[in-house]
């Protein structure tokens, strides 16, 4: 039996648009794209935010997708960009065959075979059907600023669509821990 208890965590925020100005949140999740990817962010985004740790997302479409060749896009995405090994990566697997914990298991052996540490996303109807890898990120979207409450979850997108100033963004929160682990803010 799980209870609930005091977890040292940090609020982000996410968004298919980059807002300008940033909203409020000590982190946020980048989109590097994927075949489902509504779209990448591009450069003037990606700037925007690199005063921030980051969380790269990629959206691919397990059934249809070369989990192999999804990793290798992701890979050189990641290259590109400079995003160190060590730092968390993360699979949107709410966007094709679903839960599809080969596909999962097979792209981000892949990732992690050059350095990179694997989060998992998705709904809690999904998400828990996919292996852990590094932890989950779980979509439960109650609009109230929670973690959800289940083994290896290490972050939580708690409210969809919320207006800021420049945009609309989802809210999450991540375990302090996880946040140390993203791609950090060149020193």
């Not at 799980?2 to 298919?16: C, F, L, N, Q």
């Not at 990641?78 to 160190?84: E, I, N």
């Not at 065959?97 to 992690?112: F, L, S, V, Y």
């Amino acid at each position: 039996m799980w209870t609930p208890g005091y977890v040292d965590a940090r609020e982000g925020w996410d968004a298919e648009f980059c807002p300008g100005p940033l909203p409020s949140g000590g982190w946020c999740m980048v989109y590097a794209g994927g075949s489902s990817a509504s779209r990448a962010w591009d450069e003037a985004e990606l700037a925007r935010v690199a005063h921030v740790p980051r969380l790269p997302v990629w959206v691919p479409t397990p059934g249809s997708d070369d989990p192999a060749a999804a990793a290798a896009e992701f890979g050189g995405w990641l290259r590109g960009y400079k995003v160190p090994a060590g730092a968390h990566v993360m699979w949107d697997m709410e966007t094709g065959k679903e839960p599809d914990p080969k596909w999962c298991a097979a792209a981000a052996d892949a990732i992690r075979k050059e350095g990179w540490l694997n989060l998992v996303y998705g709904s809690v109807s999904v998400v828990f059907g996919q292996p852990a890898r590094d932890g989950y990120v779980v979509a439960n979207p109650t609009g109230q600023l929670h973690m959800y409450g289940a083994a290896n979850v290490r972050a939580t997108q708690y409210a969809f669509n919320v207006a800021v100033a420049g945009g609309h963004v989802d809210l999450d929160v991540m375990a302090a821990d996880l946040v140390r682990q993203l791609w950090q803010p060149a020193a």
